[in-house]
């Protein structure tokens, strides 16, 4: 259907005089065939239009419900998740362009995509934000670049702190992901938790046999005597346990 966008105009073939295809209250299924996840969205609009180069393309869509393995697992709880899509494919064929913006997304969601995303799924703040994704012949996926941030209200699911779950009063990230989505570099972490404000950078890489953290932060605003609610007893338990019969 969409061949003729990319056909430059030519008498013999009618069909490559066909300048733009669009698709009205349509039914949606992205199938992430890796991680075995789809995507349902009722009522989508999709554009594709002829541009010098390629082809242009526009999608708008709320995902209502996801499914796992191929068969449904539920309709999402909260707040519907909305993504607004603008893209480009050239004519060559060499790299699919895509920009996206969303809003109302819970990161939780997102946790069975890739290894190097699974630390999202304590993340329960819906959050707005962008992200440019490239998908290149082979099959490659990049993301150059995203951004996100989150509303007061939301709340962080930490089962490796005594403290538990964790209220934010804001939340931002932006950085990158890399390594066909194995890689992802936080360029820029700030968050909000009632009195404690924390900023910081840092990698999560899924690429080799184990997944690898590394990453700096700062803390404002933190008092001492609540250092044993937020440092993990897994996390160097001799030093912690020293530590905190001093303070």
Known sequence: ?????LTPHDPAYPSSYIDSFSVWDGNLVIEDLRSGISWHAPG??????????GMRIEASFSVETIGVGGTESGSIE????????????????EALSLTTRFTELE????????????SLKGIDIPVRGAFT????????MEIPSFHLS????GVLHLTSVPAGSIRV???HIGGEINRNLASIRINEFAVDIGNIGVQGSGTIDSSGRTLV??????????????????????LLPSIRSEVLSKI
């Open 1 to 5: 259907i969409l061949a003729p966008l």
């Open 44 to 53: 989508t609009e999709l554009s594709f239009k002829r541009a010098r180069e």
């Open 78 to 93: 909260k707040g519907v998740p909305h993504f607004f899509i603008e893209g480009f494919y050239p004519r060559d064929g």
């Open 107 to 118: 990161p939780a969601l997102l946790a069975q995509l890739s290894p190097a995303l699974s």
């Open 133 to 140: 994704l490239s998908v290149d012949k082979s099959g490659k």
């Open 150 to 153: 989150g509303k007061k209200g």
């Open 169 to 171: 009063d804001s939340l």
């Open 213 to 234: 953290v590394e990453g700096n932060a700062t803390v404002e605003r933190f008092a001492v005597n609540q250092f044993d609610k937020y440092w993990p007893p897994v």
